[in-house]
């Protein structure tokens, strides 16, 4: 859902007949709805069931689909896009129904593998959507997506179990509208700030308001009696800084979705880039997400033998290897391919390893809202990606052709800002607690 109209976006204006600052929010919509919704859905699984939510939640992406399949202006296929990032919450219910579920020999795997999907839908996506904007109609794209939310749909009531757990009790309605506003404005400070300027009033206005929202919220929900999250729970040393490392992994993977393909793409005569089609450029960069997938047996096997911790210091470490090694070398294909196989190893290390971490140090009842919590965590650092990312790469450029292209220098720019954010989550991990001394799931030896 995230990268399935990355390759429209330069024909987005000319299709829906709207301004390139209206065609934006075809992007943004999708990722502030992921982020509200996916903690707000992991609490209501663990409430009213994680099964029945994620059926839910396939209905509201199916439906999305198709309000922007049928769409020919800006305004429904915003709509529709909107809807389509609420399925975000499936992949947090769906390890917390695994561990619910599953025997302890196989939850790692399983867990690692749901976690690659994460990677490689975005990665697949990609080539994918290029494929379907060069040879076929724009609308394509979304009926793609809503067959797919059917097949998922089906699979899910066919074959998922009803779930074994529930912890029944009132939805914190004050605290979702809290989050959601909270989140919001934050969250259009990081991606639309370097559209309206940072220090313009409207960007101010919501970062300011959005922290403001975000401590009166959090001093509710210490004090409410069934909070919408635990904020007690969250601030647990594994949780705590589990989901701050979690913001440098979204940034790290969500950097080289940004910078990649713009060197892989651009002509070689402007000095930056490597002149590849599109669809050649997404080939290229879906390698990460197809490493992830083959090396989710691995972390899974890995994870029972040396715990999650440790693998998630790996994967980090593989992180920072891959953007020294783009930094240094970043002239010919195949040192993107390299890179792209060690960021796919790192992701799929961390994104395997995260979940179980905090699955060790949370109670039950909290599972899917603590699970939906770090993929927020994540959604946050795909966001600073995008905005930073972003505005370094249109502040460093030149004219060429009367065409602005970024510089070398601002590509190397980003990877020293994706090693710095990679050095901060491994340095992270050292902090995190071997065991954890909460309540433990019968599921999860301690």
Not at 170 to 186: E, M, P, Q, Y
Request: glycine residues 10%; proline residues 5%.
């Amino acid at each position: 859902m995230f990268t399935l109209v990355v390759p429209l976006q330069a024909e987005l204006p000319a299709l829906l007949n709207a301004s390139r600052e209206d065609t934006t929010w075809v992007v943004t919509i999708t990722l502030l709805v992921a982020a509200v919704a996916t903690p707000i859905s992991g609490r209501l699984g663990d409430m009213y069931g994680k099964r029945r939510v994620v059926v839910v939640l396939l209905v509201i992406l199916v439906v999305g689909s198709v309000i922007a399949a049928l769409s020919t202006s800006i305004i429904g296929v915003i709509l529709g896009r909107a809807l389509q990032g609420a399925v975000t919450g499936v992949v947090p219910l769906g390890i917390a129904i695994m561990r619910d579920a599953l025997p302890p020999a196989r939850l790692g795997t399983a867990v690692a593998l749901m976690s690659a999907t994460m990677g490689v839908g975005g990665a697949i996506g990609m080539p994918v959507a290029a494929l379907l904007a060069e040879h076929a109609d724009w609308h394509m794209l979304f009926w793609l997506a809503a067959a797919l939310g059917v097949v998922g749909l089906v699979l899910v009531v066919m074959v998922v179990p009803d779930d074994v757990l529930r912890f029944p009790g009132r939805l914190d309605l004050i605290g979702v509208a809290g989050l959601a506003i909270g989140l919001t404005g934050l969250l259009l400070y990081v991606s639309r700030g370097a559209e309206w300027g940072w220090t313009a009033p409207a960007s101010l206005g919501c970062l300011i308001g959005g922290i403001l929202v975000l401590l009166v919220w959090g001093w509710y929900q210490l004090r409410a009696k069934e909070p919408l999250l635990d904020l007690r729970v969250a601030a647990r040393p594994a949780v705590l800084f589990t989901n701050i490392a979690a913001i440098g992994m979204g940034f790290a993977l969500f950097s080289s979705n940004v910078t990649f393909p713009q060197m892989l793409e651009l002509p070689i005569e402007t000095g930056s880039g490597l002149g590849l089609d599109m669809f050649a450029a997404a080939l290229i960069v879906a390698t990460s997400g197809i490493m992830m997938m083959v090396i989710s047996p691995l972390s899974g096997w890995l994870e029972r033998t040396v715990g999650p911790r440790p693998l998630f210091t790996v994967g980090t470490a593989a992180i920072v290897l891959a953007y020294v090694f783009v930094l240094i070398w970043s002239t010919e294909v195949w040192h993107f391919l390299v890179g792209n196989v060690l960021i796919g190893i790192g992701i799929g290390f961390t994104f395997a390893a995260m979940p179980m971490i905090i699955m060790r140090a949370v109670p039950a009842n909290e599972t899917g809202a603590s699970n939906g919590l770090n993929a927020l965590f994540r959604s946050v650092g795909t966001s600073t990606a995008s905005a930073v990312m972003g505005g370094v790469l249109a502040s460093m450029s030149i004219q060429v052709d009367g065409v602005a292209v970024p510089t070398r220098e601002a590509f190397e720019v980003c990877f020293w800002l994706a090693i710095v954010a990679g050095i901060i989550a491994f340095a992270l991990t050292f902090f995190i607690p071997s065991r954890s001394a909460g309540e433990q799931h019968p599921a999860l030896p301690g």
